[in-house]
Protein backbone atom coordinates (compact mmCIF):
# COMPACT_ATOMS: atom_id res chain seq x y z
CA UNK A 1 0.00 0.00 0.00
CA UNK A 2 0.73 3.52 -0.56
CA UNK A 3 0.11 6.42 1.80
CA UNK A 4 1.12 10.08 1.66
CA UNK A 5 3.97 11.55 4.17
CA UNK A 6 4.65 14.61 4.94
CA UNK A 7 8.04 15.55 6.49
CA UNK A 8 9.43 18.46 8.02
CA UNK A 9 12.08 19.66 10.36
CA UNK A 10 10.96 21.50 13.41
CA UNK A 11 12.23 24.45 15.36
CA UNK A 12 14.40 21.92 17.34
CA UNK A 13 15.81 20.42 13.88
CA UNK A 14 13.98 17.30 14.45
CA UNK A 15 12.29 15.69 11.30
CA UNK A 16 8.54 15.04 11.95
CA UNK A 17 6.92 12.19 9.79
CA UNK A 18 2.85 12.46 9.42
CA UNK A 19 0.57 10.49 7.13
CA UNK A 20 -2.34 12.71 6.62
CA UNK A 21 -4.89 9.82 6.11
CA UNK A 22 -4.33 7.98 9.48
CA UNK A 23 -5.26 10.46 11.95
CA UNK A 24 -2.53 10.59 14.48
CA UNK A 25 -0.08 8.82 13.10
CA UNK A 26 3.08 10.57 13.58
CA UNK A 27 6.93 9.64 14.44
CA UNK A 28 10.08 11.85 14.11
CA UNK A 29 13.73 10.98 13.87
CA UNK A 30 16.90 13.18 14.27
CA UNK A 31 17.90 12.43 10.19
CA UNK A 32 14.66 12.77 7.16
CA UNK A 33 15.60 8.88 6.70
CA UNK A 34 15.53 7.70 9.99
CA UNK A 35 11.89 9.89 10.45
CA UNK A 36 10.79 7.61 7.56
CA UNK A 37 11.83 4.85 8.76
CA UNK A 38 10.43 5.79 12.21
CA UNK A 39 6.74 6.72 10.21
CA UNK A 40 6.99 3.08 8.15
CA UNK A 41 6.81 1.11 11.39
CA UNK A 42 4.04 3.63 12.82
CA UNK A 43 2.17 2.86 9.49
CA UNK A 44 2.68 -0.74 10.24
CA UNK A 45 0.87 -0.65 13.92
CA UNK A 46 -1.40 1.31 12.82
CA UNK A 47 -3.04 -0.77 9.82
CA UNK A 48 -2.61 -3.56 12.57
CA UNK A 49 -4.56 -1.75 15.24
CA UNK A 50 -7.23 -1.13 12.62
CA UNK A 51 -7.08 -4.92 11.35
CA UNK A 52 -7.68 -5.58 15.30
CA UNK A 53 -10.56 -3.68 15.66
CA UNK A 54 -12.42 -4.37 12.37
CA UNK A 55 -12.06 -0.91 11.03
CA UNK A 56 -11.53 0.15 7.55
CA UNK A 57 -8.01 0.58 6.05
CA UNK A 58 -8.11 3.99 4.09
CA UNK A 59 -7.40 2.60 0.25
CA UNK A 60 -3.88 2.88 -1.55
CA UNK A 61 -3.35 6.25 -2.94
CA UNK A 62 -2.07 7.52 -6.66
CA UNK A 63 -0.34 10.37 -7.22
CA UNK A 64 1.41 12.26 -9.93
CA UNK A 65 4.05 14.83 -9.81
CA UNK A 66 3.99 17.08 -12.41
CA UNK A 67 7.21 19.63 -13.40
CA UNK A 68 6.72 22.86 -14.49
CA UNK A 69 9.80 24.88 -15.86
CA UNK A 70 10.34 28.40 -14.75
Given amino acids: ?3 RILIEKDE ?3 FVAE ?3 LPGCVS ?5 SKA ?3 IQ ?3 KGYLESL ?7 PPSI ?3 IVEIPI
Avoid: Y
Wanted: hydrophobic share 25%.
Fill in 62 to 64: EEE
Fill in 1 to 3: MKF
Fill in 36 to 38: LEN
Fill in 28 to 32: QGVTR
Fill in 19 to 21: CPS
Fill in 51 to 57: KQHDEPI
Fill in 41 to 43: DAI
Fill in 12 to 14: EGV
